[in-house]
T-cell receptor
Framework: GENVEQHPSTLSVQEGDSAVIKCTYS??????FPWYKQELGKRPQLIID?????GEKKDQRIAVTLNKTAKHFSLHITETQPEDSAVYFC????????????FGTGTRLTIIP | GAVVSQHPSRVICKSGTSVKIECRSL??????MFWYRQFPKKSLMLMAT?????????EQGVEKDKFLINHASLTLSTLTVTSAHPEDSSFYIC??????????????FGDGTRLSIL
């Protein structure tokens, strides 16, 4: 089955700096890669996603890149703000909207004011 | 608002008790629902896939006789933790895949159930 690894497990950055979280996956059939933000005791919230036919996607301060050959994808957050502090999970799936998600191990991001 | 409703949000009970968690899709039909478990400071791990009208598919290592899943209708799936023990204490969260029909969301998650077994 799919295995998704995520690094780093914790990340602290100064407010205004950039944060990068990286994930690798094992299943070459995976073609959909979402990123979720989860606050304590809450459901995961989808913040950005990318499909395998795209190499990069950006939404304001958040961007995701995908290298399908190397089987890795990354989340980039620029101009970080205190409200960006949360746990972030990457995930992989074989089919958007139909298949299960395999989640990475999570990254606790702390923005230092 | 929420399109997947999960109840209860919090359960505290004694060891040996069976606990039922409900997951409802509010404005769409879900022939499939996913049940995840999340231990403190850990990731979401898929426990099982609930299939309307047929048996659930369990992930490796998940005891099907302990975690009973029933998907009796197109809008309701239930997870029953039978004879719960302290090691079953966790955050249980369901989700319903959208089939790509709900905007950009691949799955709609419930709010989760915090289960604490004393």
């Amino acid at each position: 089955g799919e295995n998704v690894e995520q690094h780093p497990s914790t990340l602290s950055v100064q407010e205004g700096d950039s944060a990068v979280i990286k994930c690798t996956y094992s299943d070459s059939a995976s073609n959909y890669f979402p990123w979720y933000k989860q606050e304590l005791g809450k459901r995961p919230q989808l913040i950005i996603d990318i499909r395998s036919n795209v190499g990069e996607k950006k939404d304001q301060r958040i961007a995701v890149t995908l290298n399908k050959t190397a089987k890795h994808f990354s989340l980039h957050i620029t101009e970080t703000q205190p409200e960006d502090s949360a746990v972030y999970f990457c995930a992989a799936s074989r089919d958007f909207g139909n298949e299960k998600l395999t989640f990475g191990t999570g990254t606790r991001l702390t923005i230092i004011p | 608002g929420a399109v997947v409703s999960q109840h209860p949000s919090r359960v505290i009970c004694k060891s040996g008790t069976s606990v039922k968690i409900e997951c409802r899709s509010l404005d769409f039909q879900a022939t499939t629902m996913f049940w995840y478990r999340q231990f403190p400071k850990k990731s979401l791990m898929l426990m099982a896939t609930s299939n309307e009208g047929s048996k659930a598919t369990y992930e490796q290592g998940v005891e099907k006789d302990k975690f009973l899943i029933n998907h009796a209708s197109l809008t309701l799936s239930t997870l029953t933790v039978t004879s719960a023990h302290p090691e079953d204490s966790s955050f249980y969260i369901c989700s319903a895949p959208t089939g790509g029909l709900s905007g950009n969301q691949p799955q709609h998650f419930g709010d989760g159930t915090r289960l604490s077994i004393l």
